[in-house]
């Protein structure tokens, strides 16, 4: 599968516990975006890389969260402390650059349940 | 910051029948809008978009229009199945940014 893929799909934790996804974008795609989705809302953008450097992310995003593509490839997503709030489903996506923005094709997710 | 406004919430139409989503944006900047698709337990996947230099776009039985003034973009389906039930998103992007605002979705339901 030549894809987006995400690991975990699914991740059951503690409140209070820390945890990490990861996101690997199609291989020619240079940027990257994070989005969190919770049941009957649209995909909430957390953040967005293009090549290794973080260029933006949400207002929404506290500190408790960051993210990282130390190689321009592969990204993670940490969560710190997490809350019960933190439950959602995680999705990554990735488009090619280029001066004609293009599609961003989206992983199947990482669903995040906090006890 | 941006907002997106999608209606309706939900849409319930005999097979055969057309449905109309719209969205609202705020974001004058926005210049790109795309069209996901969701099904249950499924990642979204784009259906079809359209730049700000376009007032209409149409594929086979889906069109999108866009009214830049007023800043409003609508998804069009003729023909409906039961296939195309699902939950349908709207987005505007700012391309220099990157970022996309999406709506809350709108469940489609085509009944046979």
């Known amino acids: 599968d030549t894809g987006v893929s995400q690991n975990p799909r699914h991740k059951i934790t503690k409140r209070g516990q820390n945890v990490t996804f990861r996101c690997d974008p199609i291989s020619e795609h240079n940027r990257l975006y994070w989005y969190r989705q919770t049941l009957g809302q649209g995909p909430e953008f957390l953040t967005y890389f293009q090549n290794e450097a973080q260029l933006e992310k949400s207002r929404l995003l506290s500190d408790r969260f960051s993210a990282e593509r130390p190689k321009g490839s592969f990204s993670t997503l940490e969560i710190q402390r997490t809350e019960q709030g933190d439950s959602a489903m995680y999705l990554c996506a990735s488009s090619s650059g280029g001066g004609t923005y293009n599609e961003q094709f989206f992983g199947p997710g990482t669903r995040l349940t906090v006890l | 910051g941006e907002n997106v406004e999608q209606h309706p919430s939900t849409l319930s139409v005999q097979e055969g029948d057309s449905a109309v989503i719209k969205c609202t944006y705020s974001d004058s900047a926005s210049n790109y809008f795309p069209w996901y698709k969701q099904e249950l337990g499924k990642r979204p996947q784009l259906i079809i978009d359209?730049?700000?230099?376009?007032g209409e776009k149409k594929d086979q039985r889906i069109a999108v229009t866009l009214n830049k003034t007023a800043k409003h973009f609508s998804l069009h389906i003729t023909e409906t199945q039961p296939e195309d039930s699902a939950v349908y998103f709207c987005?505007?992007?700012?391309?220099?940014?990157?970022?996309?605002?999406f709506g809350d979705g709108t469940t489609l339901t085509v009944k046979p």
């Open positions: 987005a505007a992007t700012r391309t220099n940014a990157g970022k996309s605002t």
């Open positions: 359209i730049r700000s230099n376009v």
